[in-house]
């Protein structure tokens, strides 16, 4: 049984298209977040949610909605996707709420934009 | 404040020692390290707490000093299977809510 699974693994769109990345994990874990990895692999938290509600947003573009319908699952939307939203992204889940217990990472999603 | 990592990339033999470096420029609760292979994901390898410790799991091993703010990562003897990119993630002891901030990762090759 897979810990923390994202779907789809490989997304390919065109600009200004929308598109979703669901994520899900059955640790049983209160903490979720979304980390986005660049092309030059630096991996940086875009969102962390704890038992559905949001805890952080980092200065990520208004463009990017996360939605937690509950405490296993944290769903990443993206409208009207640019370029340079081109990356890996990765959900992870811990059991603490400031991460200081260990993360588990789904296995990525890498978007293209073209 | 995101940590810096040093070397940024190392190769090294079947057999070899390495260390990988991590230093901050905050006081740091905490230190976490990852290692990612190629295509994957981020795979936790171990926490160190404030309060001095050193961790070891088989031949990989760390040590954080507080009062530096730094922490290595030792692998010895190294296999194959070491290669990847490390990660090590510090969490600040006065940061409140900010989350825990990634370095830019060691590259480690291990070649036969």
């Known amino acids: 049984d897979t810990a923390v699974s994202q779907t789809p693994k490989y997304l390919v769109t065109q600009m200004g298209n929308d598109k979703s990345i669901k994520c899900e994990q059955n640790?049983?874990?209160?903490?979720m977040y979304w980390y986005k990895q660049d092309s030059k692999k630096f991996l940086k938290i875009m969102f962390s949610y704890n038992n559905k509600e949001l805890i952080i947003n980092e200065t990520v573009p208004n463009r990017f909605s996360p939605k937690s319908p509950d405490k296993a699952h944290l769903n990443l939307h993206i409208n009207s996707l640019e370029l340079g939203d081109s990356a890996v992204y990765f959900c992870?889940?811990?059991?603490?709420?400031?991460?200081?217990?260990?993360?588990?990472f789904g296995q990525g999603t890498r978007l293209t934009v073209v | 404040q995101q940590p810096v990592q040093s070397p940024q990339a190392v190769i090294l033999r079947e057999g070899e020692d390495a260390v990988i470096n991590c230093s901050s420029s905050?006081?740091?609760?905490?230190v976490h390290w990852y290692r990612q292979k190629h295509g994957e994901a981020p795979v936790f390898l171990m926490i160190?707490?404030?309060?001095?410790e050193q961790k070891g799991h088989e031949k990989i091993s760390a040590s954080f000093n507080e009062k530096k703010q730094q922490s290595s990562l030792y692998l010895t003897a190294s296999q194959l299977s070491y290669s990847g990119t490390y990660f090590c993630g510090t969490d600040e002891i006065y940061s409140g809510n900010t989350p825990l901030v990634f370095g830019k990762g060691t590259r480690l090759s291990v070649i036969a």
């Open positions: 160190l707490l404030k309060g001095g």
């Open positions: 905050k006081a740091l609760y905490s």
């Open positions: 992870a889940s811990s059991q603490d709420v400031w991460g200081r217990t260990e993360a588990f």
């Open positions: 640790l049983g874990h209160d903490t």
